[in-house]
T-cell receptor, first 113, second 116 residues
């Protein structure tokens, strides 16, 4: 079956702009998590959604937001981009909220100039 | 506080040899899960192996095995018969309180290079 799909794969934005990233989970998976990966900070948890509700949120400013749709697809948005937001944004899905194993997409690589 | 520690930024191994990647963790929960992921240069995180805190036997998945020492809070990944395609970043991760809303925390990773 198809894996986790993230779009776009690569994008370049300038400071102050906003960006929306999309994630389609594996069919049947209802939980979607987002992570930010940078060389300096490593993998950091952003948020987790289950059944259209945010269940958990990491330590990121309010500029980072997300949502989940009824078909389990998820989007995350970053407003007022800063240079430090340049990162690989990884989406992961799992069948249930309490299922430990996560299945990741290939990520969206954001560059902020 | 650092939950997951991977002390080896980089490791080299000869093709067909075995290699151990270290991971120690910190938790006060009795129920938790430990995971290893592989990240090739493409960026995708690939799940390798899982160990539950109550599992008495070490987990194995093909050439991957997890050396789980609960008292020492270590969960080392052993890759047997290394292949060139094993060259990648490897991340140890933990999810505490599997029945609570706890996010998965990752270590800093170890870059493994397999030499021909």
């Amino acid at each position: 079956k198809a894996g986790v799909t993230q779009t776009p794969r690569y994008l370049i934005k300038t400071r102050g702009q906003q960006v929306t990233l999309s994630c389609s989970p594996i069919s049947g998976h209802r939980s979607v998590s987002w992570y930010q990966q940078t060389p300096g900070q490593g993998l950091q948890f952003l948020f987790e959604y289950f059944s259209e509700t945010q269940r958990n949120k990491g330590n990121f400013p309010g500029r980072f937001s997300g949502r989940q749709f009824s078909n389990s697809r998820s989007e995350m948005n970053v407003s007022t981009l800063e240079l430090g937001d340049s990162a690989l944004y990884l989406c992961a899905s799992s069948f249930g909220l309490f299922t430990g194993e996560l299945f990741f997409g290939e990520g969206s690589r954001l560059t902020v100039l | 506080a650092q939950k997951i520690t991977q002390t080896q930024p980089g490791m080299f191994v000869q093709e067909k040899e075995a290699v151990t990647l270290d991971c120690t963790y910190d938790t006060s929960d009795q129920s938790y899960g430990l995971f290893w992921y592989k990240q090739p240069s493409s960026g995708e995180m690939i799940f390798l192996i899982y160990q539950g805190s109550y599992d008495e036997q070490n987990a194995t998945e093909g050439r991957y095995s997890l050396n789980f020492q609960k008292a020492r809070k270590s969960a080392n990944l052993v890759i047997s018969a290394s292949q060139l395609g094993d060259s990648a970043m490897y991340f140890c991760a933990m999810r505490e309180g599997l029945y609570n809303n706890n996010d998965m925390r990752f270590g800093a990773g170890t870059r493994l290079t397999v030499k021909p």
